[in-house]
């Protein structure tokens, strides 16, 4: 049975990760009386097409009230094909996502959805919703819309939500579809979040205006009573932690560590939105592992000390040689992310971030190519005259393990090389999506 409203995550090209947003959004509007249906085209491919073949069916009066429709960098081509399919059937579209929040006025400007947010969406999608009612045409804090007659009406971001309130509900999306890592089956695990947003100054990264650069955290008892909930009910015994930044207050991210360990003895946790290795210290990477932390990922971005301190990224090779060596120290593996392809960035420099990550001891390296996302045949925004605003609304191609596989054996060196030159020319090509080596 389709539900008032469509919940959809449509798909990314890698694997499915549990939607935490889409997943309090569900809790909030259950609370209010809704009834909501999840559409996760990375967990079940093909679910969308099929709920759109059955509304399609359904007259008019009986389909869905509106869909909202989690954006990312890496799928705004599909989105808009999706926004316009659903338009069709009479259907009114929330967007929500990095995209919708970072430049709603293109996501709206080069389609027909209702509304983009861009403020918290389980404070602004039940007012756009009442709004759809109603049709007061009145600003709504966090969003921009459709008001009568088409007319945009805009509100300024807003961010209100107490993160002690949320929850994560765990049945829209069935936790079954998302606890069996595909590369990792001897993990049953979960997804879930600490805290929201990030105040660092990373150029190439959306998160910070995302947030309108605010950091908040959930209570620490809140969090670990969800992870022993989880243990207990679903026997989960690995947890994703999905931070954008956990390390922003050090002293709770330590107490965090202390309760798990304390309270969720023998579970296991990763560490894989990419740590910033300039605020891991040897006292706090004791305590991850302490806590069960099987595996972190650093955010290293480049092998070039010039591209990273252009991406305010200025940890010194040696600096993150000696965290690898501490985690490794402390039994947890550690994976380098990197990325190629930001303005300026040279085939030397491109070379040098090659270098670093067969260099350093990490278990596993992803290269990611960067570019700015487009709507239509152009940038998103008029605002791309500078590094910093192009940067921000950087996207990425499929991981990379290229380093990890020739240490192991598993490609000759000669072929490393190989594909390296295909890297760089793909790159210098300015071509965009996915693709993996």
Same mark, same amino acid.
């Given at each position: ?50 709920a759109l073949k059955s509304i399609e069916a359904l007259a008019p009066e009986r389909r869905p009230l509106a869909a909202v429709v989690e954006t990312s960098t890496r799928n705004v081509g599909s989105v808009i094909k999706l926004t316009e399919r659903f338009v069709e059937l009479g259907i009114p579209v929330i967007l929500i996502g990095t995209p919708a929040a970072t430049d709603p006025s293109a996501m709206m400007d080069s389609q027909d959805a209702f509304a983009a947010v861009t403020g918290d969406p389980e404070t602004v999608v039940p007012a756009l919703l009442h709004e759809l009612k109603t049709r007061s045409g009145q600003p709504i804090a966090g969003a921009r819309f459709r008001g009568p007659d088409s007319v945009i009406v805009s509100g300024g971001p807003e961010f209100t939500l107490d993160p002690a309130d949320l929850e994560y ?115 706090? !990477?004791? %305590?991850? #592992?302490? $806590?069960?932390?099987?595996? *972190?990922?650093? =955010? ?5 000390? &010039? ?92 991981? !990379?393990? %290229?380093? #990890?596989? $020739?240490?192991?054996?598993? *490609?000759?060196? =000669? ?5 390296? &030159? ?16």
């Open positions: 049975m389709i539900g008032d409203i469509l919940l959809v995550a449509p798909g990314l090209g890698f694997e499915a990760i549990f939607p935490l947003g889409l997943s309090t959004l569900a809790s909030t509007l259950r609370r209010a009386g809704y009834t909501c249906t999840g559409l996760d085209d990375r967990a079940r491919p093909g679910c969308v097409d099929a509900d765990r049945t829209v999306f069935p936790l079954c579809d998302y606890s069996v890592h595909p590369r990792h089956p001897e993990f049953k695990q979960a997804a879930i979040e600490t805290s929201r947003g990030c105040r660092l100054n990373c150029r190439h990264c959306p998160v910070p205006r995302r947030y309108a650069g605010i950091w908040r955290a959930r209570p620490v008892g809140n969090v670990v009573d969800e992870m022993v909930t989880l243990r207990r009910d679903y026997g989960i015994t690995d947890f994703v932690i999905e931070d954008d930044q956990p390390l922003h207050d050090i002293e709770r991210f330590h107490a965090f560590l202390r309760a798990v360990k304390t309270r969720l003895p023998g579970v296991t946790m990763a560490f894989s939105n990419g740590l910033r290795p300039d605020l891991l210290g040897r006292q706090t !990477l004791q %305590l991850m #592992a302490a $806590a069960g932390t099987r595996d *972190i990922s650093l =955010g290293i971005e480049s092998g070039s000390p &010039a591209v990273r301190k252009a991406l305010n990224r200025q940890a010194s090779g040696r600096l993150i040689a000696g965290v690898i060596s501490e985690a490794h120290r402390f039994g947890m593996s550690v994976t380098g992310y990197f990325m190629l392809g930001t303005p300026g960035e040279t085939t030397r420099q491109m070379a040098e971030t090659f270098v670093m990550a067969n260099r350093l001891p990490f278990d596993f390296v992803h290269f990611m190519v960067y570019h700015p996302w487009q709507v239509t045949t152009g940038p998103a925004s008029s605002a791309y005259d500078t590094f910093r605003t192009a940067a921000y609304l950087g996207s990425y191609c499929n991981p !990379l393990r %290229l380093a #990890a596989l $020739a240490r192991r054996g598993e *490609i000759r060196a =000669g072929k490393a090389r190989a594909d390296l &030159a295909r890297m760089i020319e793909w790159v210098k090509a300015g071509t965009t999506g996915g693709g993996t080596w």
